[in-house]
Every structure is written in structure tokens, then in C-alpha cells.
């Protein structure tokens, strides 16, 4: 126990229990340094919920990322590198997996679906100006710039509204600006979103313009430029790190600093260079007694100052008694500017849970190396995958598949497990070979063993296997009919496959 100070006496003295809760607190303290501030330790705390973090800070962190994607070449790198590993070209793709009774999969009805996700995913969008792939991107940028992005879900006749596809669906794109953080009603509206006593969101309220053109009240909103909108019909993908958390914040939240600071410093750095290029030399008078003034003038002055012109091996003839020729050394380029701006960068991708070589666009590590960065890498990406399935793709499926029934484009076939016409599977940019060979043949061993069946490999490839079964047995047949002969086993050391009608493995030269 450490000794009782004055102030100690004197609670003791005044208040005897509150003395002796005292002391039992710092006995607790005392098991913890970190807990105890010192001249050395700040001993920085988060107070309050995440919530109230948010609502401080929220608006702030998504400016100052939206600025530094518009103005930093690396924070947008980052950004498409984000963009680009979890979603992909392609975007999340949707395998329909109806299935009947005895557990098979109704292929017929699965292709009926798959053939109106296809005409459906041409126009999305109420505005048609992108793609599902493309909306999915852009839903995905904005998810990790500001930390969180929205979406309405309209289907069925809705005034003004061309949905332009069989499917009568489409989604209202909708930026965390026009839910503001600022909209609380007590107890039941807090920064934008209505919740029951459980905490579970019943509505969203949006802003029916952009934040700039709407009335306010002082620092309030006025209700009658708000609308609101059904949770059932809101899409909502927000990055949270607590729990009960309504609002997202910025991927780049621990590293706005660090990105702006290295913005800056690189900025300065570049400005140093062109002006160490742009010095070239100076004259150094030497002694007074030394110095001559010009003869072309009787003063010495302006008038009869020299002109010299530097070119590629000149020789200075000219020079006067005392003078001699001088250059400046600027130190410019900075030989430790490399090492700084890599050290930073990393930095920036353990905060931002990106591959370093990906956003420095570095790859000249060894393939173990490179190969233990993209496996550790890419579980982060599959994770945000999973996360933006889950509030994006998989809830947008599920309301095609209902509208398309109850519009009467689709007749769900009898035999069909009624809980399972809306399954499917979702498929997301697989992580991407550094050594194809290695990769391929671990893949033939994992298959061989039985460890892995062949349409969980070509799904993991990005591929579907239905998809793939046509096409090769259609390219096969081609290959038939041309009376062409093509080798397709592995180097002859796997067995072809039956000879079936639709699948020549050694087509034979026709005479």
C-alpha cells in the first residue's frame, strides 16, 4: 500500500468511507500502469459510446477522406484497391440454388432465374446510368470513403418511375449526407435512424435535396424536408467497430493524418528538387580590397552589371580579382525520402487492411514472400466481401426473386422447398495466382484427394461451373467438328473422361 498523502489524511479525517473507497480504487490502479496517466503517458481516452464518437467526428473524418481522394494519389490507390479485391469487374456474382424436395437443385428453374438477374442487371439503377457490377462498385467506394452508403429498394408501380427491366426492381443510390447525423428525436430517432427499444432500426429519414439546399431551424432540420423510409426498403452497409453502433466511419479514420502529412511532405519535397534543379551557381566577391567595380561604368552600378550565360562546358574567363565561382548544394533529392515514404505506406495499409505491394505497386519480394502477404491480405478482403454481401447483394437478390413472383414473371414449379427459392450462392474475386503452375497443380492434388470438389474450384476462381460444363463441352464438340485432334488431358497423366456424344476428349482427323 502506498503511503496516504494529505488529501488522503483529510478524507479520512472528514470521510471515512469515502477514504476507504479510495484507497481500494488505487489499489486496483495499481495492477494496471496503463491505466495510471504519468509525466511520460498521456493516457489517452475514447469517452462515450460509439454513437457519440460518431457524432462528433463522423462528418469531419468523411470530408477530409473525400478531400484526400480527390487530391492524393495514394489515398485513391488505396481506395480502387479496396474496390477492385472485393468486388471486382465483374462484381458479387449470384448462383441460384433452388431445390426440390429430395435436396437436388432444380437446374431448369435455377437457369429461369439466372437468365432474369441477367436482363435485371443491365438497369439497376433508377438513374440506368450503371450496371449491377458498376453500382455495386460505386456502393462499395463510397462504403469505404465515408464509412457507410444507403439504398432504397423500389419495386412494384411506383409513381414516375421506369423501371426498365422484366423485373419491375430497381435501387435508389443514396450518399450517408442525405441521412444526417444531426436528425435526433428522442427516444426514438437518433442521427437519422428510427429505432424500436432494442435498438433495431424501424426507419430511416433522408433529406429530400442535398444538404446545402435544405431549410433549417437554427442548427435543426426541419421535418418537412425529410421523408421517411420502411427499414424493410432501406439498404444499409456501414464499417462500425462497436457495439449498437447506428452509423459507420471512414476506412481511413487512423490514417487521415499520416496520408495528409505524407501528402505534404511529399509536396515539399518536389518543390525542393525543382528549385535544386533550377540553381546553377553564384559568384563569391571575396575581400573588399579585392573587389574592382565594373570599368564600364564609373559607379559601378546597375548599369554596367554583367550578364553571364551558363551553357553545357563553358569556362569562366572573366572572373574578377577576388571572385570565384560557388554552387549550391540543396541536398536534393533526398536520398531518405524512399525509405520514409515506404515506412509510411505501410503504414497507411495496416491501417486501411490493404496489401502494401498493392498500393505501392512494389513486387519484388520472393514468391514466399509475396505469396504470405496476398494470403494474409486477401482474408481481409473476404471479409469485406462477406460484409457487403450481406447488407448489399444478398438482401437486393431476395427482393428480385419476391418481385419477380409477385409480378408474374416467375412461376416457382412445383416440388420446389419454398424456403429455399430466393438461395443462392455469392461469388466474389478470388484471390489471384502469383505462381499458376504451383497453383494449378495444388488444386488438380486437392481434387484428386477429394479434398476439394471441382465446382468449388472453378467457383473459387471466379467461374461458374454450370457455365463452364457448356462452354468446354461446346468448344469440344467444335473441336469434333472440325476434325481437328486436341490433347485434352493433363500431359497424359490423367485418364480422359468416357467418350460421350456431346464430349470428344481425342478427336480423330476425319479422312
Known sequence: MTEANALDRLIGWLAPAAA??????????????????????????????????????????????????????????????????????????????????DGEIDDAFAEQLLDLWKDWGMRPEVTWQHDWPSAQRLLARSWFRDGEVFGQVLAGTVPLLDHGTTVPLSLELIECDLVPLGYSLAPSIAQ????????????????????????????AIISSQMKRIPADRMLHAKMIDRIRQLRGVSVFATVLQRLDDLKDYEESERIAAKVAASMAAYIKKGLPDQYEPDTGSATGTAEGMRDIKFRPGMVFDDLRPGEDIGTIDTKRPNPNLLMFRQGQMRGAASGTGTAYSSIAKSYDGTYSAQRQELVESWSAYATLQAEFTAAIVRPVYEAFVATAIAAGALKVPRGIVPASVDDAIYIGPSMPWIDPAKEMEAFRGSEAALYTSGPEIIRKRGGNPRDVIVQEARWRRQIADAGLTADLTQNGNMPAPAADPAVVPQAKRKP
Open 20 to 101: 476507504v473507497r479510495r484507497a481500494h480504487s488505487r489499489s486496483i490502479l495499481a495492477y494496471y500502469d496503463a491505466a495510471t496517466p504519468s509525466r511520460l503517458r498521456k493516457g489517452r481516452v475514447a469517452p462515450g459510446t460509439g454513437n457519440l464518437a460518431v457524432g462528433r467526428a463522423g462528418t469531419n473524418l468523411r470530408e477530409q477522406a473525400r478531400y484526400l481522394e480527390q487530391n492524393h494519389d495514394l489515398a485513391r490507390g488505396i481506395l480502387s484497391d479496396l474496390v477492385l479485391k472485393t468486388i471486382g469487374p465483374t462484381g458479387i456474382m449470384c448462383e441460384p440454388q433452388p431445390r426440390n424436395a
Open 192 to 219: 437519422g435512424i428510427e429505432i424500436n427499444v432494442w435498438g433495431r432500426p424501424r426507419a430511416y429519414w433522408t433529406l429530400l435535396a442535398p444538404p446545402g439546399d435544405i431549410l433549417t431551424s437554427g442548427n
